[in-house]
T-cell receptor, first 113, second 111 residues
Framework: DTGVSQDPRHKITKRGQNVTFRCDPI?????LYWYRQTLGQGPEFLTY????????KSRLLSDRFSAERPKGSFSTLEIQRTEQGDSAMYLC???????????FGSGTQLSVL | GDSVTQMEGPVTLSEEAFLTINCTYT??????LFWYVQYPGEGLQLLLK?????DKGSNKGFEATYRKETTSFHLEKGSVQVSDSAVYFC??????????FGTGTSLTVIP
């Protein structure tokens, strides 16, 4: 069990650029979640997958955001045409099955200049 | 919809003081309740959980009891240590739904 890993740890980009983050969950975990966290706030739900199926997407998420989990293993989160308001920590978490505790990665800190 | 409300921080305590961090929730059904902790520079990790009413979760000297009548899951510790300094998040999940987190409570313990 190597834990949930996220890459990169930090990303600095200019407004208008596209960015992609990767998450590798714990290998036997079926559920994978993406959250966003800003300073002084709790994690805000973005989307989650059951294996390769994307089951729910937050209504707060604009169409500039897209996530995939093509083979039910790793996942990518892409943000197109980044805006300064997208600056945040993007967290990935996984769990073995529904309702079970989440294991979090260390996150990707995005800064949009 | 589901939500979690935590007491606002930051909280500053002296070592060996008693800690309470309040958490109340709103849910349509019977959620499982969790406390997560985030130490400086680290990711969130599970501290304790309770899956049904009157259950008590405990870990590392921390305790929280699932109170359905008051929709609460307050975190307590009898004697805090400097190493307990962290941000604490209350969270819930209902079947068929996703995790909801509170805004977090920052705790600083001074020697």
């Amino acid at each position: 069990d190597t834990g949930v890993s996220q890459d990169p740890r930090h990303k600095i980009t200019k407004r208008g650029q596209n960015v992609t983050f990767r998450c590798d969950p714990i290998s036997e975990h079926n559920r994978l979640y993406w959250y966003r966290q800003t300073l002084g706030q709790g994690p805000e739900f973005l989307t989650y997958f059951q294996n390769e199926a994307q089951l729910e997407k937050s209504r707060l998420l604009s169409d500039r955001f897209s996530a995939e989990r093509p083979k039910g293993s790793f996942s990518t989160l892409e943000i197109q045409r980044t805006e300064q308001g997208d600056s945040a920590m993007y967290l990935c978490a996984s769990s073995h099955y529904e309702g079970e505790k989440l294991f979090f990665g260390s996150g990707t800190q995005l800064s949009v200049l | 919809g589901d939500s979690v409300t935590q007491m606002e921080g930051p909280v500053t305590l002296s070592e060996e003081a008693f800690l309470t961090i309040n958490c109340t929730y709103t849910a349509t059904g019977y959620p499982s309740l969790f406390w997560y902790v985030q130490y400086p520079g680290e990711g969130l990790q599970l501290l304790l959980k309770a899956t049904k009413a009157d259950d008590k979760g405990s870990n590392k000297g921390f305790e929280a009891t699932y109170r359905k009548e008051t929709t609460s899951f307050h975190l307590e510790k009898g004697s805090v240590q400097v190493s307990d300094s962290a941000v604490y998040f209350c969270a819930l999940i209902e079947t068929g739904n996703q995790f909801y987190f509170g805004t977090g409570t920052s705790l600083t313990v001074i020697p």
